[in-house]
C-alpha cells in the first residue's frame, strides 16, 4: 500500500476552499490553456470565441487582448522568457495549423506562417536553446485517417515552423492519434499519442523520445493499454473520453496519467468508475512503474459514495467519473493534476438526467507515494458531461494557475450536445504556492 502522508492530506483539505478563493470569470470560451514566463505574466487561450487573455500582475487581474481569426480550436499558449509567447490552433475547416507570436509579453501578436494540411491536436514545447517543437498528427478521429504523429520544428520563434520526423511507429491498421508533448531539463524530447484500430475506441497510450533535437525517436514504449470490457461488463473506451496527459521534471523523470474503468468495493458492493490512473519513470522513459490509481483509494470510495448518495434514478451507465487530466510542475519539482469528476451525484435538468461537475486540483509529492487529497476549484455546474476536450494548468514561482471552461444546462452528450459542449463560461483561478 502506498504511503498518503495522512497528516499532509488533512492539513490541504483543511484550506482547500481557502486556496483556490481567487477564481475569476474572464469571459466564454472553451478549450483553455493556461501558461506563466515567471515574471508577472501569465496567459489564457480559449476558442469559440478564439482569444488571449493577459494578465500583468502575477493571475491578479487579466483582460482580453487579442482575437484571433480563422480558429476552428486546440488552442495552446506557449510562455517564454524576455516576452516571447507562442499561440498554435487548428485553423478552420481542420486545414493546417496557425502559428502566432509576440516578443512584446503579448502586446501585440504577429501571424506566422500555416503548416497545411488535416493536421490535428498540436502542442508546443521550447528547448533551452529557444529552439520550439510541435506536434501533431496528420488526420483525427472522425476526418482522414491518421497516417501518423509528426514532430516540427522552428529555430524563428514561430514564424515558421517546418517537419523533421515521425515519433510513431504504427504499423498498418494501427493509427496514432491525440498526441502530447514534454522535454526533461537536458532537452530529451518526448511524445505520447493514442493508438487507434477501429478509429474510434483508444486501445493504448505509446511514448517515444529523442535525444537529437527530434530528428530521430526511440522505439515505442506501451505506456498503458484498455479493453472494452472490464470483468465481463462493457465500457466505453470512445476516444473522446480517453484523454491523457503527462509531464517531464528535471532530467529523468517522467509521470503519466491516464484513464480507466476499475471496480471498487464500496459499502460491501463492487462498484464501477472511471478514474485517473498514473505511471512514473525514473530512467527518461525507457521503463515505467506498475500502474496505480493517481488519488488514493481512500478519495476514490469517498467520492464514489457521495456520487451513489446523490444518483438520480438507477441507470446502470451512469457511474462517478474522473476527467479532463493535465498535469504541471513547478520549481520545486511538485507535479499538479488538474482535472474533473462528478463526485457531487446527479440532478435533473427538465426531463434529463446530468452530472454534478467539479473542477479539482491534487499534489504530488513523490512520484511513488501518488497524489494527496485533491482540492476543490471550482462551483458545481449541472451538464450532462464535462465540456470538451480540456482543461488546463500552469506553475510559476509564486503560484499555480487552473484555467477551465463550465457549459452548465447541457443536457446532451457528444454529438447531440453540439458545439455548446466545446464552450461555455471560462475561468482562471490561482492559489498561492508554499515556499
Not at 482547500?16 to 487561450?45: M, P, R
Not at 493536421?119 to 476526418?143: C, H, P, Q
Not at 472494452?228 to 503527462?246: A, H, S
Not at 441507470?315 to 519539482?333: N, V
Request: proline residues 3%.
Amino acid at each position: 500500500m502506498r504511503l498518503r502522508l495522512s497528516l499532509l492530506v488533512l492539513a490541504v483539505a483543511a484550506i482547500a476552499n481557502a486556496q483556490w478563493a481567487d477564481v475569476k470569470h474572464l469571459g466564454q470560451g472553451g478549450e483553455s490553456t493556461v501558461a506563466s514566463d515567471n515574471q508577472g505574466n501569465v496567459y489564457v487561450t480559449s476558442h469559440l470565441p478564439s482569444s488571449l487573455f493577459t494578465s500583468r500582475d502575477w493571475g491578479a487581474t487579466f483582460n482580453r487582448t487579442f482575437r484571433f481569426p480563422d480558429s476552428l480550436g486546440d488552442m495552446f499558449v506557449l510562455a517564454r522568457p524576455n516576452g516571447l509567447v507562442n499561440v498554435t490552433f487548428i485553423r478552420g475547416q481542420i486545414n493546417g495549423i496557425a502559428s502566432w507570436y509576440s516578443t512584446d509579453a503579448g502586446r501585440t501578436m504577429q501571424k506566422g506562417e500555416n503548416i497545411l494540411g488535416p493536421l490535428d491536436r498540436e502542442w508546443v514545447t521550447a528547448d533551452k536553446n529557444g529552439t520550439l517543437f510541435m506536434d501533431y498528427s496528420n488526420g483525427y478521429i472522425g476526418g482522414p485517417k491518421s497516417k501518423g504523429l509528426f514532430m516540427a520544428e522552428s529555430t524563428n520563434d514561430g514564424k515558421s515552423f517546418h517537419q523533421i520526423a515521425r515519433t510513431d511507429q504504427e504499423p498498418r491498421g494501427s493509427y496514432a492519434v491525440d498526441p502530447y508533448i514534454a522535454i526533461s531539463s537536458t532537452d530529451r524530447l518526448y511524445s505520447m499519442w493514442g493508438v487507434s484500430k477501429d478509429y474510434d475506441t483508444i486501445e493504448a497510450f505509446r511514448l517515444s523520445y529523442s535525444d537529437d533535437k527530434g530528428r530521430h525517436f526511440s522505439k515505442p514504449t506501451t505506456v498503458a493499454t484498455f479493453s472494452d470490457k472490464v470483468d465481463g461488463e462493457k465500457v466505453d473506451i470512445q476516444e473522446r473520453w480517453m484523454l491523457g496527459t503527462f509531464v517531464a521534471v528535471g532530467p529523468k523523470k517522467l509521470l503519466v496519467v491516464y484513464p480507466e474503468y476499475k471496480h471498487f468495493m464500496v459499502d460491501g458492493k463492487s462498484t464501477l468508475a472511471f478514474v485517473l490512473c498514473y505511471k512514473y519513470s525514473e530512467d527518461g522513459g525507457q521503463t515505467f512503474s506498475a500502474g496505480d490509481t493517481a488519488l488514493s483509494k481512500d478519495e476514490i470510495i469517498s467520492a464514489i459514495r457521495t456520487f451513489e448518495a446523490g444518483r438520480v434514478g438507477s441507470d446502470p451507465s451512469s457511474h462517478y467519473i474522473q476527467t479532463l487530466p493535465w498535469l504541471c510542475a513547478d520549481k520545486d519539482q511538485r507535479i499538479y493534476l488538474a482535472f474533473t469528476d462528478n463526485r457531487l451525484g446527479q440532478t435533473k435538468i427538465n426531463r434529463f438526467t446530468v452530472n454534478k461537475w467539479l473542477v479539482r486540483c491534487a499534489t504530488c509529492f513523490e512520484a511513488k507515494n501518488g497524489f494527496v487529497w485533491s482540492d476543490q476549484v471550482s462551483h458545481e455546474y449541472d451538464s450532462k458531461r464535462a465540456p470538451m476536450d480540456f482543461l488546463s494548468c500552469a506553475a510559476d514561482s509564486k503560484n499555480l494557475y487552473l484555467s477551465w471552461t463550465e457549459n452548465p444546462g447541457i443536457t446532451a452528450d457528444f454529438p447531440f450536445g453540439g458545439f455548446a459542449l466545446f464552450t461555455g463560461n471560462l475561468y482562471v483561478g490561482r492559489k498561492k504556492l508554499a515556499e
